[in-house]
Nanobody
């Protein structure tokens, strides 16, 4: 299996970005997926998770601003990020959440700065 994340970039505070993660080689429709992020010197943290049935949960720091969604036909998972803050700056990773033989995407850098 493989995950390929994309969509990062430089955005001003208050702006928006949408990250995408393309999956291959997994039973996508039945697989929970998540977005994590990591800042240098800190542990990778969970941002949002979506189950195969599209139930979602979010880190408190992004609730109301970020939305995770999935398109099973296209094997894509998205992270819509609104009202971005400088503290959202990080490398964002997508990951399968099966609990066994999980895959990580390669990471995409999001920089929130004026």
């Amino acid at each position: 299996g493989q995950l390929q994340a994309s969509g990062g970039g430089l955005v001003q505070p208050g702006g928006s970005l949408r990250l995408s993660c393309a999956a291959s080689g997994i039973a996508f429709s039945f697989t929970a997926l998540a977005w994590y992020r990591q800042v240098p010197g800190k542990q990778r943290e969970l941002v949002a998770r979506i189950t195969g049935g599209s139930s979602t949960n979010y880190a408190d720091s992004v609730k109301g601003r970020f939305t995770i969604s999935r398109d099973n036909a296209k094997k894509l998972v998205y992270l819509q990020m609104n009202s971005l803050k400088p503290e959202d700056t990080a490398v964002y990773y997508c990951k399968t959440e099966r609990g066994w033989n999980d895959y990580w995407g390669q990471g995409t850098l999001v920089t929130v700065s004026s």
